[in-house]
């Protein structure tokens, strides 16, 4: 599937920003999706992930309680809700889909070797 990412800008610190991603070309309602960063200099992470058929989210350490993932299998997407944002939530956030009909447990959710498809990434500017 092709993801595409929106929603970043440049906020204050404290501020919320929402981020959406869609998906076109495929159906993403069988699949991990999964949001990742990539902060000037270092490496990409693992922010957030969202399996399927009642699974529950999967957060990284640093968004639990601040960050919010959902996902809309009507409209083919999955938003990250990020509240309390810092400047070191700077970074560019990429969207992301595992094959189709894959799980994944716990920290699994956090391997980029889990996720097949990759949206081109939307900016996140935290000022203080």
């Known amino acids: 599937v092709q993801l595409q990412a929106s929603g970043g800008g440049l906020v204050q610190a404290g501020g919320s920003l929402k981020l959406s991603c869609t998906a076109s070309?495929?159906?993403?309602?069988?699949?991990?999706m999964g949001w990742f960063r990539q902060a000037p200099g270092k490496e990409r992470e693992f922010v957030a992930a969202?399996?399927?058929?009642?699974?529950?989210?999967y957060y990284e350490d640093f968004a639990e309680g601040r960050f919010t993932i959902s996902r809309d299998n009507a409209k083919n997407s999955v938003c990250l809700q990020m509240n309390n944002l810092k400047p070191e939530d700077t970074a560019v956030y990429y969207c992301?889909?595992?094959?189709?009909?894959?799980?994944?447990?716990?920290?699994?959710?956090?391997?980029?070797?889990?996720?097949?498809?990759w949206g081109q990434g939307t900016l996140v500017t935290v000022s203080s």
């Open positions: 992301a889909a595992s094959n189709h009909n894959r799980r994944a447990v716990g920290a699994a959710h956090r391997s980029q070797a889990l996720y097949v498809d």
């Open positions: 070309g495929g159906y993403v309602n069988m699949r991990v």
């Open positions: 969202f399996g399927w058929g009642g699974s529950w989210p």
